[in-house]
């Protein structure tokens, strides 16, 4: 049975993520996106959306990529 690799949990429903190449396995969506999202540089939440990319950064809105003097940024929608 796969285990989650974030907590743990041996669930028959886990599943893998791949990414950049490497596969994870996850029990609940909660776990992945704890593991794996990027976290805003300005307010530090997890990037569940598109985000918005700024000179390697990562921001969850353009408001927060905004306030770290990234211009002209704008939500992916
Ligand atoms: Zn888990
Ligand atoms: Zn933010």
Known sequence: MPVCELCGNDYDKAFEVKMAGKAHIFDSFECAIHALAPECAHCGCKIIGHGVEAAG?????????????????????
């Open 57 to 77: 950064r990562f921001f969850c809105c353009a408001r927060c990529a905004d306030e770290n003097g990234v211009k002209g940024a704008r939500d992916r929608i």
